[in-house]
């Protein structure tokens, strides 16, 4: 052993070696296949800057774009008990919730929060597809509750996006039993006289669709956003017919009247403003007056609901 082989061929080599790139700096649109920079995407909205199709955001993503300034207190949900039936398919329930939880960085498949959109006030609950595939569990049922007491508390209207496959089997019939319990939160709102808006986004099936994600006072969803309670085989098997094309399309709902707008992402914070005010009796938001707010909760800040 000399230095050429101690020093000069590792330099050579070190030269001449390629550097690895991160595999999170690109995303490919699923709808037209380009390649999207992750910081063009995220200026974007994450919406396609070459065909316009909303790809997935998560819910932190979408109240940092939402809310002035993107600063929101996150609002506190009881904690259910973990695994109540012990359930298992090819890995664990347990296992299952432990490694959704380090991908998404999320307790669960929703997440609440409270803020201003334009120096007006709201409560916003958003579900992430990615989180078990915004399945409906009890975690879900009590963030409803939860959003739906403070809103109630605060005298806030509620904001909710959804995107669920549906109701949790591995929580059997107590994820079942989160639709008729989300359909009393929403009542709440309604008796308290607060506009509860859902923004169905792609995509919302099942038994979500079967509660809280249709019970809104005005409903609206991100464009091509898929919604519907069974899936589109599942009908065409049931009644042996094909389907129309577009059949759970947003834009078809919004054609045969189940939804009241269809709103691209990047119009979506003006146009619930709009309404927000509307339905609360305020008048029209003032753009450009927006201060930078004074005492301002740190971003995602834990705070009891109680």
């Known amino acids: 052993m000399n230095w050429i082989t101690n020093y000069v061929r590792p330099k050579i080599n070190s030269l001449f070696s390629r550097r690895e790139v991160p595999e999170n700096l690109w995303t490919k649109c699923p709808e037209c296949g380009t390649m999207l920079f992750h910081r063009e995407l995220a200026a974007n909205i994450n919406v396609c800057t070459n065909c316009e199709h909303h790809v ?114 591995q929580e059997g019939m107590l994820s079942l039993m989160q639709m008729p319990r989300t359909t009393v939160a929403v009542q709440l709102l309604k008796e308290a006289g607060l506009p509860y808006i859902v923004v169905l986004t792609h995509p919302t099936t099942g038994g979500v669709t079967a509660s809280y994600a249709m019970l809104g006072d005005v409903q609206i969803a991100e464009p091509n956003a898929q919604i519907g309670f069974a899936g589109a085989r599942v009908i065409e098997q049931t009644i042996r017919e094909k389907l129309p094309e577009g059949f759970q399309r947003a834009e078809y709902l919004l054609d045969h009247g189940m939804l009241d707008r269809v709103i691209h992402r990047k119009a979506m914070k003006d146009e619930l403003v709009t309404l927000v005010r509307m339905l609360t009796g305020q008048p029209p938001a003032i753009k450009g007056d927006l201060p930078a707010p004074t005492e301002a909760p740190a971003v995602g800040k834990v705070e009891a609901s109680a």
């Open 56 to 169: 997935a955001i998560s819910p932190r993503e979408r109240f940092g774009a939402l809310f002035d300034g993107g600063i929101f207190t996150e609002v506190k949900v009881p904690e259910p008990v973990v695994d109540p039936l012990h359930f298992r398919d090819q890995k664990k329930y347990t296992d299952r919730i432990k490694a959704a939880q380090k991908a998404s960085g999320e307790k669960d498949a929703m997440l609440v929060a409270e803020g201003e959109i334009n120096r007006t006030p709201i409560v916003a609950a958003a579900q992430d597809f990615s989180f078990m595939a915004g399945s409906m569990g009890m975690y879900v049922g009590n963030a409803i509750i939860a959003a739906a007491e403070r809103a109630v508390k605060l005298k806030r209207p509620l904001i909710l996006f959804s995107a669920s496959g549906g109701a949790r089997m």
